[in-house]
């Protein structure tokens, strides 16, 4: 399942994002990285999917 997110969150970070934190507050700055800047938000996307942010 980890290889599952890391691959979404390269390709769709907010849905990666979604599946590991839900509808946070990650959520939502992921969301507004990749409106604004796609490669920061794939970095955060990464980030809490190898963090295992709860």
Known sequence: MKILKIILAIILPPVAAF???G???NFWVNI???L???IPGIIHALW???TDKK
């Open 19 to 21: 599946m590991q934190v």
């Open 36 to 38: 604004f800047f796609y």
């Open 23 to 25: 509808l946070s507050v």
């Open 48 to 50: 809490l999917v190898l």
């Open 32 to 34: 507004v990285l990749c």
